[in-house]
């Protein structure tokens, strides 16, 4: 059936260093969606991409989708201890179906003072 | 404040004892959903609805039910709870279809089957 990978699993960066985070699909995406999950809390939105080689900013976090949208990936510029957490990438579970959502198993970031 | 709110957050019972966790949102969303999540695997959905009275599984449905007999109410129902549904559960809600949609999540129910 569909799946939907990420890599890494873990990442322990120093505070400063940069992070990159991939989510790998079997399908592909109608869109692909990221939200963040600080420890004990809940998953936050972060954004969502539509199109194919899409590339979107916010402040120090690069989202890009793929061109054959079956990846996608986040990259934080200069961590700080304030990105750690758990981010996810979500997409619909069929390429035409809206209602169902997959999600990636996470990677875990951890930053170093 | 626009909020999707779980009760109860924690929860320890024994196998067989039905129970319900209560999810409710006050942003008039049409979708709601349940995922479950489990160290390694990520949020995995267990049942979504599309709107009142309109309810489909996700990928994890067995051992539990739902009803969304009100827009702003989804409960989910474990009828006999088993030691594998041991796991954090959270409630979220979109203005639609949740996957192309932001999905607001609740504060998350810890339950523990015993």
């Known amino acids: 059936g569909q799946q939907v990978m990420q890599i890494p699993q873990y990442q322990h960066v120093q505070e400063g260093e940069d992070f990159t985070t991939y989510c790998n699909s079997s399908?592909?995406?109608?869109?692909i969606q990221w939200y963040k999950q600080r420890p004990g809390g809940h998953p936050v939105f972060l954004i969502q991409l539509v199109k194919s080689g899409e590339v979107k900013k916010q402040k120090r976090l690069t989202f890009q989708f793929g061109e054959a949208k079956k990846n996608s990936s986040l990259h934080i510029t200069a961590t700080q201890t304030t990105d750690v957490g758990t981010y996810f990438c979500?997409?619909?579970?069929?390429?035409?179906?809206?209602?169902?959502?997959?999600f990636g198993p996470g990677t875990s970031l951890s930053v170093i003072p | 404040e626009a909020q999707v709110t779980q009760n109860p957050r924690y929860l320890i019972t024994v196998t067989g004892k039905k129970l319900t966790v209560t999810c409710s949102q006050n942003m008039n969303h049409e979708y709601m959903s349940w995922y479950r999540q489990d160290p390694g695997l990520g949020l995995r959905q267990i049942y979504y609805s599309m709107n009142v009275e309109v309810t489909d599984k996700g990928d994890v449905p067995e051992g539990y039910k739902v009803s969304r007999k009100e827009k702003r109410n989804f409960p989910l129902i474990l009828e006999s709870p088993s030691p594998n549904q041991t796991s954090l559960y959270f409630c979220a809600s979109s203005f639609e279809r949740g996957s192309s949609n932001e999905q607001f999540f609740g504060p998350g129910t810890r339950l523990t089957v015993l």
């Open positions: 399908t592909t995406l109608s869109n």
């Open positions: 979500a997409g619909p579970k069929k390429k035409t179906s809206y209602d169902k959502v997959i």
